[in-house]
């Protein structure tokens, strides 16, 4: 979707201040909502790209007025509510009204180290990769409402793969509950002046990691 | 007495956020549920907070510094080459290292939420998850190192990662001169989690005691 998440390139947010010995918490509560998000997702209750959408789906001013770990919150809530694992009720009461639904597992402490280990995304290829490093591609100009990877601002541009991951579940599906519909994954490179006109600083290259249905031959 | 429990218990109430009441809301109730449990949320908590970090990215960096047959591996499989040296944090199947050379610096970004390489930084500083970093990473990246106090040769080619998938980056920086014959554990002290992201260049030998 077209929202304010899509940043690259966007103007007027000013300078990137950097805190000096930053702790990796600020509030005790932001620890809570990370543990908590690494729980259901190794409950197997969603996945990561359902998370980012729940994001997506905030209203901009509220996305760009929530710390990072807020925006997680939220988007946690959501999740929860929309899949059926708590009513909206019991989150305003502050306490469950109604017996759980069955999860897939259960991180314990006994497993925090297995949980915590990133699972992959790699998934079985359907058929072979349509391009290989070196190959000219022009990206899609696409504009689905729902959650997509390809960001605005490399969308109808001509670049070069570079790079091939292997096949990979495919993030536009998956965060609609259409399933992995696997894909080719590539790093595309492209050019500055492609991405930002004839005033972009001539020493830079963009790359993206671009699913086999953003792209097309050029 | 009993005006004065309730006195204290109405200004202890106030004091917490409304995020801070929200989150123990959601925690109670996903506990209750049988979801998650608290003690493990502790343990997670724990995780990031004492053992996950730049500290096992630094050891990366060192022993590439040090040892080209891992360097060679690490830029041609980071994630089996990373798994060889037993951290803490697993890392996954997904990690890709990129060399910095005197001719091209690279940069990582995610401008779409904040992808990381958890794996082996830890948690990301807020300023990369910020508005800021992620919207001009990919358009003005010398405007942002700028804000680092960095500054690139202007002939120096730049090259921006943007992690739009589940692919994690993580910057192999050029080893600082006058380093000759230092131990791995010697180097590691001058990797700096910038310089890993490339917002930053590795330490040199006179910024470390």
């Not at chain 1, 990796?24 to 359902?50: C, K, N």
């Not at chain 1, 991951?165 to 894909?183: E, R, T, W």
């Amino acid at each position: 979707m077209d929202g304010v998440h899509d940043m690259g390139g966007m103007d007027g947010f000013g300078k990137v201040e950097a805190e000096p010995n930053e702790p990796p918490f600020h509030e005790s509560w932001e620890g809570r909502v990370l543990a908590m998000q690494r729980s259901m997702g190794y409950a197997g209750t969603w996945h990561i790209d359902m998370a980012r959408f729940a994001q997506e789906r905030l209203p901009p001013q509220v996305y760009l007025a929530a710390s990072y770990y807020q925006r997680w919150a939220l988007a946690m809530e959501t999740n929860v509510v929309e899949r059926g694992y708590a009513g909206a009720d019991e989150l305003a009461a502050g306490h469950a009204l109604r017996a759980g639904k069955a999860i897939t597992r259960k991180l314990t402490p006994d497993v925090v180290k297995q949980g915590l280990t990133r699972g992959s995304f790699y998934r079985q290829a359907q058929g072979p990769a349509r391009f290989k490093p070196g190959d000219r591609v022009r990206t899609k100009n696409i504009h689905p409402a729902t959650h997509t990877r390809l960001p605005r601002y490399a969308r109808g541009r001509v670049g070069v793969v570079e790079l091939v991951h292997g096949c990979h579940a495919f993030p536009d599906s998956v965060a609609i509950d259409k399933g992995d519909d696997p894909q080719w994954l590539y790093t595309v490179v492209f050019e500055s002046r492609e991405l930002w006109g004839d005033d972009a600083d001539p020493t830079l290259k963009v790359s993206i990691d671009a699913f086999e249905p953003y792209l097309e031959p050029a | 007495m009993a005006d004065h429990d309730h006195d204290h218990h109405h200004d202890h109430g106030s004091e917490l956020s409304e995020t801070q009441l929200r989150v123990r809301a959601l925690e109670t109730v996903l506990t209750e549920k049988g979801y998650v449990d608290p003690a493990a949320l502790d343990a997670i908590i724990e995780t990031y907070e004492t053992k996950v970090g730049p500290h096992n990215g630094s050891r990366v960096v060192a022993k590439a510094w040090s040892d080209p047959a891992f360097k060679q591996a690490l830029l041609e499989d980071a994630s089996k080459a990373v798994r060889t040296l037993g951290h803490e944090s697993k890392v996954g199947d997904h990690l890709v290292a990129i060399e910095n050379t005197p001719s091209t610096h690279n940069m990582i970004v995610c401008t779409l939420c904040s992808c990381y390489p958890w794996e082996v930084l830890g948690l990301p500083p807020v300023w990369y998850k910020s508005a800021p970093y992620r919207s001009r990473a990919v358009k003005d990246p010398r405007g942002v190192l700028a804000d680092f106090g960095v500054k690139l040769p202007k002939e120096t080619q730049i090259r921006v990662w943007d992690s739009t998938a589940e692919t994690r980056f993580i910057v192999l920086p050029m080893r600082p001169a006058g380093t000759e014959g230092w131990s791995e554990e010697r180097l590691a002290q001058l990797v700096t989690r910038d310089s890993m992201i490339g917002t930053g260049f590795a330490k040199k030998p006179d910024e470390v005691a």
